[in-house]
């Protein structure tokens, strides 16, 4: 089953499909087979807001180590279906004369079948914001990513930066740059870091750009 809409403020695909696997000789090891790839966005507010959704289903492996699947769509101890949907809204918004942004949150989760070692629910928030007058520009970015593992620990990592650049000469512009980030993925408590840097970019041509950058 195949669906498309490309028109008016709700776009999107759907591809569905499912194999039936039927065994004459042992019912119990009957099963569907489902495919499930999805993806849709709607403007919920002209130039404004946005909300984008995906959802899949598809048949992975549970072990690099166990028997690999043979292509030949039977039913096998290493693979399992495993569903993932996951929604996000955006906002753009304006920041005064020759500035705006862009904020978003995303909510996924993941669930299989037959096992939780890959279940998850995954949160993320992202801020993005900028403007320029004149030779002086200006940004803004910042993010937080959370992974909840259902058999296993939360993660959480931060990140945020801030630069600011002069551009005397249509072609050359100087930056400066200050950051910060802080996650807990090792397992070993929480840890952050800062840094500071600056730059110059060169842009010959509109196709050709270089920046040469140091933390």
Known sequence: VEVTSRAGRV????????DALIHARDSGRNAVRHALSALGSAQVVENHLDVDARASISRQTLSAFGTQPAGTGLADDNTTDVATFAISPSLRFGLGPGAGGRASVEWT???????DAGDADGYSAELAAGGRRGIFAWSLDASRVVDDFRAGRDTTQDEAVATASVAPWREVAFLLRAGWEANDVLGEGRVSDSFRGAGITVQPHDTLRATFQRD
Request: glycine content about 14%.
């Open 11 to 18: 776009v999107g695909s759907l591809q569905y499909g499912a």
């Open 109 to 115: 989760r993941t669930r299989a079948s037959s096992t």
